[in-house]
């Protein structure tokens, strides 16, 4: 983003005096938020018969380019006529299960799926890109219980533990269903939110693979006792859910989204508890499946995926307030249906992936 919007930016916050407000209860603060709006022309077409199945995560790289993982084994009987043999019509084929695209929409490269060496998911879930350019994938089969490491053009570096049983949330030679995957270059490591089958963080040497450290809620051992679920006004969950989301923010805090119980967690890169912050506590189906931060210098705010609502929820960084959203349910473009993963870029925009029915990538830009 060009320094004099940022400037603006920075004003707009002053003005509002939005910083100087703490304590308060959940609640919309309209006029304080940055607003967004959806870019119907991005991203361009994909190219002859290809088609994406559910996209369940997107991630940007530190050139700007949008990396996209989509599940070729979900297309619908009627997507794929034409890899039939012999070919019905001429829809379609399933794109491959990683995608570039640069800034402009544009489709760079595509590659994925089972190889020699390495143990492809069964149904992919994860993609992030580290600050070596390298990509990581995870899936949430009840078989997938490892990640794997790429490359950006797809040439295999890594597996970090294998596909089968887990061995549950203490384990540190394997995964469960590992959920999201974040980078720290300042300790060389690789944190995974761990996940659908596990209740934990989990962290690895990002060269290696080894085993490093792994937390729970409030940053207490994880157990996979059976817990209550999420009910509206009970006593918080002392364990994970599903952490569903892991992202670090420049001052060196993690945030971890427990999907199932409302909550946004923060820790220090150790697993020190900070704090919780709660979406929504009326939602029953989980209302926080991603955030990121916005790109102001303070990362002031917090944009939170409600797959649940079908819209992004601004919040203070600082305190969790809502302050804005945008969004609605929908099939057309700038609403949303099964909302599942964001990315942003150094622009501030930020793209959305939609798992479910919805199988597309959207970007809105930062008015």
Not at 166 to 186: F, H, K, M, V, Y
Not at 204 to 230: C, I, L, M, Q
Not at 334 to 358: C, K, P, V
């Amino acid at each position: 983003m060009q320094k004099s919007m940022w400037t603006r930016f920075a004003a707009m916050f002053a003005a509002s005096g939005i910083l100087a407000i703490a304590g308060c209860a959940h609640q919309s603060m309209p006029g304080t938020a940055p607003e967004y709006k959806v870019d119907a022309a991005w991203p361009k077409p994909l190219k002859g018969d290809l088609i994406w199945g559910q996209v369940s995560s997107v991630a940007v790289d530190r050139y700007d380019h949008v990396w996209v993982l989509h599940r070729p084994n979900t297309l619908l009987d009627d997507d794929k006529g034409a890899q039939q043999k012999p070919p019905v019509n001429r829809c379609c084929v399933a794109a491959p299960a990683v995608m570039e695209f640069d800034q402009a929409g544009n489709f760079v490269q595509g590659w994925g799926g089972p190889g020699e060496g390495y143990d492809w998911p069964k149904n992919e879930h994860g993609i992030h890109v580290d600050w070596q350019d390298n990509v990581w994938i995870s899936g949430n089969d009840p078989a997938d219980n490892h990640l794997l490491k790429f490359t950006r053009d797809g040439k295999f570096l890594l597996q970090i533990c294998k596909p089968g049983k887990s061995e549950g949330s203490n384990s540190r030679t394997q995964l469960g269903r590992p959920a999201a995957i974040e980078s720290d270059a300042s300790h060389n490591e690789i944190l995974v939110g761990d996940g659908y089958g596990n209740r934990r963080v989990i962290v690895f040497n990002a060269t290696t693979g080894a085993y490093k450290r792994h937390w729970g809620a409030y940053g207490a051992v994880p157990s996979d006792e059976k817990v209550a679920a999420y009910k509206p006004g009970a006593a918080p969950s002392k364990q994970f859910g599903n952490p569903h989301c892991v992202r670090r923010t420049r001052d060196g805090l993690l945030y971890v989204c427990d999907r199932p119980n409302n909550r946004i967690q923060v820790f220090l890169n150790d697993g020190t508890y900070v704090r919780e912050f709660f979406i929504d506590p009326s939602t029953l189906s989980g209302p926080v499946a991603d955030i990121v931060t916005s790109r102001d210098a303070g990362e002031r705010f917090l944009f939170a995926a409600d797959g649940s609502n079908s819209e992004i929820n601004i919040l203070r960084r600082a305190d969790g307030v809502k302050v804005g959203s945008f969004g609605r349910p929908g099939r057309m473009a700038g609403e949303f249906r099964s909302l599942h993963n964001m990315a942003i870029d150094s622009n501030g925009d930020i793209y959305t992936a939609e798992a479910g029915y919805g199988r597309r990538v959207q970007k809105f830009k930062l008015q």
